[in-house]
């Protein structure tokens, strides 16, 4: 199954966020999975049920990182 990630604005005040879905994976390795996004990214972010949140618009450095650790992302 292959991990989505998209923009997302809506109820957020027009602020931007780079959404990534549909991981597969137990919390544990979200949970580590987000915390090297932000380390990455150099932005917030937060995660929630099988979703990473990151602040701003990062999708090329998401895709880019995911890509190289050997993720099939959509």
């Known amino acids: 199954m292959a991990i989505k990630i998209k923009l ?4 957020r005040r027009g602020k ?5 879905s549909n991981i597969q994976h137990n919390p544990q390795v979200i ?3 987000e915390k090297q996004l932000k380390q990455k990214c150099g932005a917030g972010g ?4 099988k ?3 990151i602040q701003g618009d990062h999708v090329d450095k998401v895709r880019n990182f995911l890509q190289k650790e050997g993720y099939d992302v959509k």
């Open 8 to 11: 997302d604005t809506s109820g």
């Open 16 to 20: 931007t966020v780079t959404m990534i």
């Open 31 to 33: 949970e580590k999975l």
């Open 46 to 49: 937060t995660s929630y049920a």
């Open 51 to 53: 979703t990473i949140e």
